[in-house]
């Protein structure tokens, strides 16, 4: 069977950016992911509160671009949750500008 797990809203602060004051401050993200594994009876599900323990450990690293972040968890999640197949994942920076919200995103291969 498959099935999706949504962190949705989670907002996060987190230092993250190259500009001088964006490594002087922690700034408010908002991160979102959807992630989909498949779980016959009898195996293991995937546990959504490791999968949120496992976001808030990452953002304890003070990644510089929004690119190293995404780039960090593309490489982490296969090596940690082997049965999540593909992912979405989207950081918001909330706070960077007056005027708009500035986003990234990476996937890989949504069910």
């Keep these: 069977m498959e099935y999706v797990i ?3 809203d989670w907002i ?6 190259i500009l001088p004051f964006e490594r002087e401050k ?3 993200i908002k991160l979102e992911g959807e992630f989909c594994y498949f779980k016959n009876q009898g ?11 496992f ?24 090596k940690r949750f082997s049965q999540i197949q593909s ?12 005027d708009c ?3 990234m995103q990476i996937s890989h291969k949504i069910c």
């Design 6 to 8: 949504f962190l949705e």
């Design 12 to 17: 996060l602060e987190v230092v993250i950016g």
């Design 55 to 78: 976001f808030k450990e990452a953002f304890l690293n003070e990644f510089g671009l929004l690119e190293e972040a995404l780039e960090y968890f593309s490489k982490e999640i296969p």
């Design 87 to 98: 992912y979405k994942i989207t950081i918001t920076k909330l706070e960077i500008f007056e």
């Design 43 to 53: 195996e293991s599900f995937l546990d959504y509160r490791e999968l949120r323990e």
């Design 101 to 103: 919200k500035v986003a």
């Design 26 to 28: 922690r700034q408010k």
